[in-house]
């Protein structure tokens, strides 16, 4: 593989201490507006997008990022655990790695015809290293990864700010609107 499959000009103009940080799936320019001073990646060339690839296909060195980010790209890859692999080769030691989802029992997890995957409290167990070595019978998936959960956090959404979450998200749809994980990269 190359080290830039498509690379941008826009890159180029990025201050050189600021390209250890990669934003995923980074979108719209809106969308990518949060994440200034980061490598915009997404599968799509649009504005505030520095490379355009595949995540599947990383165009970057092994251990060439301190943190990576994917807000709300994960449920819309065809082999989630496949691109988990590639970040991994991506990040440095000790990188962390956080990912947001729509929680599968909020409206925007069936909402959007693109979600692949949908996204509850066992599923990112399976990007653990430790979990994932005792269900390996059940996936029968090769992995390159070895991360670690540092957290694991729900995000309630707004119209039902006060209500206990961990008491009532088992019972009342649409409490959690989306799930965040933050993973350590143990190499």
């Not at 250890?20 to 320019?29: A, D, H, Q, T």
């Not at 709300?72 to 989630?80: G, I, K, L, R, S």
């Not at 959960?149 to 009342?172: E, M, Q, R, T, W």
Request: glycine letters at 4%; a neutral charge; proline letters at 4%.
């Amino acid at each position: 593989m190359k080290d830039i499959v498509y690379y941008s000009e826009r890159l180029n103009k990025l201050p050189k201490y600021k390209l250890e940080n990669l934003n995923i799936g980074s979108g719209s320019k809106l969308q990518s507006e949060r994440k200034q001073g980061w490598i915009n990646l997404d599968i799509l060339y649009l504005d505030g997008i520095h490379v355009q690839a595949d995540a599947l296909y990383l165009p970057f060195k092994d251990n060439t990022f301190k943190e990576v980010t994917m807000f709300h790209v994960y449920e819309h890859f065809d082999n989630p655990l496949a691109v988990m692999d590639e970040v991994y080769r991506v990040c440095k030691p000790g990188a962390e790695v956080t990912i947001a989802c729509p929680y599968y029992k909020h409206r925007n997890a069936y909402g959007d015809p693109g979600h692949k995957t949908f996204i509850n409290e066992v599923t990112f167990s399976f990007l653990d290293n430790s979990y994932y070595e005792k269900a390996t019978k059940m996936t029968q998936y090769p992995h390159k990864f070895n991360f670690a959960i540092i957290s694991n956090v729900y995000n309630c959404d707004p119209k039902y700010a006060g209500l206990d979450v961990v008491k009532f998200k088992d019972i009342i749809w649409d409490l959690i609107q989306e799930i965040i994980v933050v993973l350590r990269v143990n190499k």
